[in-house]
């Protein structure tokens, strides 16, 4: 992984935030927590029983489906976690359009690249990947100001669960998968994950 890594040349913000992760993991759970970051938490292996959230002694859980179950064919990221937009491609879910049933999702094929990041490649933010599950309002305007390059997003506030933190390390791939968001090499700055 990412610890002492030193294979990325001219990539200090990378080494930088490689250290800052590391520190960060061995501070984790307690010190991480204190301090507002999210750490990620692999539901997928945990039964729901045991999971925290669910009151094991309550009979209906019987009636849920049991995620180490169902969960067990799906595809997974670098991280062993399901990996939910190769799960959407690949149709082993379909998504309703509304609770009801009704209706499809409102898609947009916009992409918004995000070139504030500093040494390390750029952001691609997807509005497709986002609209094949989630309305406009879900982001426009409480998170979100619809105007590209206008909101302040930096690292730690994604960390700490704002911007998109609020769902990515929630409900969505956690920020540790840097590579995801940061998809778009530019001038000296690698693909350093290949
Ligand atoms: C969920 C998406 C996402 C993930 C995952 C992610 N980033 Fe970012 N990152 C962003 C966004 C958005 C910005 C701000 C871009 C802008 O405003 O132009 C940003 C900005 C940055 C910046 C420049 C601003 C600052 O805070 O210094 C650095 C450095 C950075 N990210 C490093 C990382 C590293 C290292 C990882 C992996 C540990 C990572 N990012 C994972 C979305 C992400
Ligand atoms: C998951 C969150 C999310 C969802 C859902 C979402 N957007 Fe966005 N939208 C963003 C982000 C992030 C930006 C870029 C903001 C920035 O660069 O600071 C953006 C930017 C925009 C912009 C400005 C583009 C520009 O070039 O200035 C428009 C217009 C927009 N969105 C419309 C929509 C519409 C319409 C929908 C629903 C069909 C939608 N968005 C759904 C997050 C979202
Ligand atoms: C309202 C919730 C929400 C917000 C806010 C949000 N995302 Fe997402 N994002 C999702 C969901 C849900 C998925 C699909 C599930 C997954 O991949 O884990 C997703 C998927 C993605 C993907 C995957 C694309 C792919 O094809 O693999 C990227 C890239 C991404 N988000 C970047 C961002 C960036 C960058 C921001 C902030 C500028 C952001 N997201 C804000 C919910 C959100």
Known sequence: ???????R?????????GLGLCA????????????????????????????????PSDEALRLLQDPTRVLLNFPVDRLGEVDWMKTLDEGL????GSVTGEGQPRVLDMDVLMKNTAEMPYVLFPHKAHTRWLACANCHSA???????TNPINMAKVMTGQYCGVCHGKVAFTWILCERCHSIPHGSIPAWWK
């Open 9 to 17: 040349p001219g990539w200090r913000a990378g080494v930088f935030w």
């Open 93 to 96: 879910i379909r998504p309703r």
């Open 24 to 55: 960060l993991m061995m501070a984790a759970p307690a010190g991480a927590a204190a301090q507002g970051v999210l750490v990620p938490k692999f539901y997928h292996t945990v039964p729901l029983a045991k999971d925290g959230i669910h009151d």
């Open 143 to 149: 998170i979100f100001v619809p105007k590209a390059g």
């Open 1 to 7: 992984m990412f610890c002492g890594d030193r294979k």
